[in-house]
């Protein structure tokens, strides 16, 4: 296994910084934004596309990885709306 799906995987739960977001829902997409929108006012962080969040779910392991293959719609409907965040928020 990769080691950067290892650490993320030893991750216990999310913080101010990191975010894990399924992309199961088209729900998802306004959940993305607010969360883009309030770690960009902050410290800044990490989204985490693909993983289940470790504490909702009772998957372990590599069954909490899902890709954004799972709903590439909502994927690129995420990329869509991100361009449309004013002021435009750099390094995203």
């Known amino acids: 296994m990769n080691d950067i799906i290892t650490e993320i995987l030893k991750l216990p739960t999310e913080t101010r910084t990191i975010e894990f977001k399924r992309l199961a829902s088209n729900k998802n997409v306004v959940k993305v934004l607010k969360t883009i929108v309030a770690m960009a006012n902050t410290d800044g962080g990490t989204i985490i596309f693909g993983v289940d969040d470790?504490?909702?779910?009772?998957?372990?392991?590599?069954?909490?990885?899902?890709?954004?293959?799972?709903?590439?719609?909502?994927?690129?409907?995420?990329?869509?709306?991100?361009?449309?965040?004013?002021?435009?928020?750099?390094?995203?």
């Open 54 to 92: 470790p504490v909702k779910t009772k998957l372990k392991g590599l069954e909490r990885i899902f890709g954004i293959e799972e709903n590439t719609e909502v994927f690129d409907e995420i990329g869509r709306e991100i361009r449309k965040i004013a002021p435009p928020i750099s390094n995203l």
